[in-house]
């Protein structure tokens, strides 16, 4: 698409904020009004809109695409977009700890037990762990609290979960970052931490180094997004 507008800006809407492009609304790809429910919101997909060149590239508008998301594809059916997101209570990463190497298992255990440890606080859960890559069950009441609270979010909040839990592969760091209880670089550190092991004592690959910048970079995004909600 090319670039048919000179400005681009937050505007006040009935049920909260839009997008205007030289006055006209912007709309999502299914046709329904781009609406969001904070201003700051509102104004950070506007500076998307407002930053694109003669042609429009919709991976430099993340913001935008989460809110698109949350419209077009959260909004219509909120348990059928959570389904797959809450299923990650069953398989958290955090709770797979390497059963070979002393020094990497003391690193997941000091990075990812404070959040096995939130959780079971904030969520009145506990954790089954497991040595190795082979399944683990979780109680069957910590997989219904987990999935309970991802049906809980609204549909925004949904539609940026669900690149923090594809990306680092656990709901319970995803869910400390959409309730705000740690930093989210500290986060990210925890989920993308075997793979920063396994570079330090193996050597750097420049091709797995850019795919994680480039996970790092949605994961960051979509932490953007739930603060600028608030």
Not at 4 to 13: G, M, P, S, V
Not at 18 to 38: E, H, K, M, N
Not at 164 to 169: A, D, E, F, R
Request: aromatic letters at 8%; charged letters at 25%.
């Amino acid at each position: 698409m090319k670039r048919f507008w000179k400005t681009a800006e937050a505007a006040r809407q009935d049920g909260g904020w839009g997008i205007a492009l030289d006055g006209r609304a912007v709309r999502t790809p299914a046709r329904a009004p781009l609406i969001v429910a904070s201003e700051p919101l509102a104004r950070a997909i506007a500076a998307e809109w407002q930053g694109q060149g003669e042609t429009v590239d919709p991976a430099a508008m993340p913001l935008t695409g989460i809110a698109n998301a949350a419209i077009d594809l959260a909004a219509p059916d909120p348990a059928a977009f959570a389904a797959p997101i809450a299923a990650y209570a069953e398989s958290d990463l955090l709770c797979y700890r390497d059963d070979r190497d002393a020094a990497l298992q003391a690193e997941q255990a000091a990075a990812w037990n404070p959040l096995l440890a939130w959780a079971e606080g904030r969520h009145g859960v506990e954790f089954a762990l497991a040595q190795g890559v082979l399944p683990v069950d979780q109680p069957k009441a910590t997989v219904a609290a987990l999935k309970g609270a991802v049906h809980a979010l609204d549909p925004f909040r949904l539609a940026a979960l669900s690149p923090l839990v594809t990306i680092g592969g656990s709901l319970v760091a995803g869910l400390a970052l959409a309730e705000r209880a740690f930093d989210a670089d500290a986060l990210w550190q925890a989920v993308s931490l075997d793979e920063r092991y396994q570079e330090r004592r193996w050597g750097t690959d420049g091709e797995a180094q850019a795919q994680r910048a480039r996970r790092e970079a949605d994961w960051h995004n979509a932490a953007r997004f739930l603060e600028l909600l608030e």
